[in-house]
């Protein structure tokens, strides 16, 4: 995709929030049970790193995008969470964590191995020595289908239209997406970049790091993983 910037804009920073998952309280129970100190990775807006400051976790975030993190200021509570600017592969807080998080498939816009690798390098760095490190993402399925082009539609009604607008290549597990919103109100564009990978290969990320899978499960409830499973929660935790 020429020309994108995975830092996000002003904009998607200003719309980020307007269609919230629906899982947001029961990914802040799970998180909330690995102890009193976390690090989100691409704290974004702040969708869970506030809720979960509320429920008595204390969060510094790393995040790339400095619109997203104005974003976060203005929200009730913002204003008081550490966040550092930058890579989450690379930068780091010089603190130590009883969890590291990164949700929401944003692991994926990493856009190479090393660099995913990376992330996880950094995660073990962040961990308190009975720490966990969790991630959730979603399973590609794009390597099912049986063109490589495609578009999904999310949403018709009489004013507007959105359409996921997709281009998948399976030799480089590159994932070129837009959401495109037609409405009478205009045209808008949402386009995203990702590097798609399976569990297994997230799995030997975490033995390259010094991590080593705690558990999985096929969602925030704690839902066993299935080949029916959409998405994955993983608990890695440092190799003793």
Same mark, same amino acid.
């Given at each position: 995709?020429?020309?994108?910037?995975?830092?996000?804009?002003?904009?998607?920073?200003?719309?980020?929030?307007?269609?919230?998952?629906?899982?947001?309280?029961?990914?802040?129970?799970?998180?909330?049970?690995?102890?009193?100190?976390?690090?989100?990775?691409?704290?974004?807006?702040?969708?869970?790193?506030?809720?979960?400051?509320?429920?008595?976790?204390?969060?510094?975030?790393?995040?790339?995008?400095?619109?997203?993190?104005?974003?976060?200021?203005?929200?009730?509570?913002?204003?008081?969470?550490?966040?550092?600017?930058?890579?989450?592969?690379?930068?780091?807080?010089?603190?130590?964590?009883?969890?590291?998080?990164?949700?929401?498939?944003?692991?994926?816009?990493?856009?190479?191995?090393?660099?995913?690798?990376?992330?996880?390098?950094?995660?073990?760095?962040?961990?308190?020595?009975?720490?966990?490190?969790?991630?959730?993402? /979603? +399973?590609?399925?794009? @390597?099912?289908?049986?063109?490589?082009?495609?578009?999904?539609?999310? &949403?018709?009604?009489?004013? $507007? %239209?959105?359409?996921?607008?997709?281009?998948?290549?399976?030799?480089?597990?590159?994932?070129?997406?837009?959401?495109?919103?037609?409405?009478?109100?205009?045209?808008?564009?949402?386009?995203?970049?990702?590097?798609?990978?399976?569990?297994?290969?997230?799995?030997?990320?975490?033995?390259?790091? /010094? +991590?080593?899978?705690? @558990?999985?499960?096929?969602?925030?409830?704690?839902?066993?993983?299935? &080949?029916?499973?959409?998405? $994955? %929660?993983?608990?890695?935790?440092?190799?003793?």
């Amino acid at each position: 995709m020429k020309g994108f910037n995975p830092s996000f804009s002003p904009e998607t920073a200003k719309t980020y929030d307007n269609h919230p998952r629906g899982d947001e309280d029961e990914t802040v129970r799970f998180l909330a049970s690995f102890g009193d100190k976390a690090l989100e990775f691409a704290i974004g807006t702040g969708r869970i790193a506030l809720p979960l400051r509320e429920s008595g976790v204390a969060v510094d975030g790393i995040e790339l995008s400095p619109h997203m993190v104005a974003r976060l200021r203005e929200k009730p509570g913002g204003a008081d969470v550490d966040v550092t600017i930058g890579d989450m592969s690379q930068t780091g807080t010089g603190r130590t964590y009883d969890l590291v998080y990164l949700v929401y498939n944003t692991i994926s816009n990493l856009l190479t191995q090393d660099d995913q690798v990376r992330c996880f390098e950094n995660a073990a760095r962040h961990l308190t020595p009975d720490g966990a490190f969790v991630v959730e993402c /979603g +399973l590609p399925s794009w @390597a099912a289908r049986q063109r490589y082009d495609f578009v999904d539609v999310e &949403a018709v009604e009489v004013d $507007h %239209v959105r359409l996921d607008v997709n281009r998948y290549d399976p030799v480089t597990q590159m994932l070129d997406e837009n959401h495109v919103y037609i409405g009478a109100d205009g045209i808008r564009f949402g386009p995203i970049r990702q590097r798609l990978s399976y569990p297994s290969e997230f799995d030997l990320m975490a033995r390259i790091a /010094g +991590l080593r899978l705690r @558990a999985r499960y096929g969602g925030w409830e704690g839902e066993p993983f299935t &080949a029916d499973s959409r998405r $994955h %929660v993983s608990v890695y935790e440092l190799r003793s």
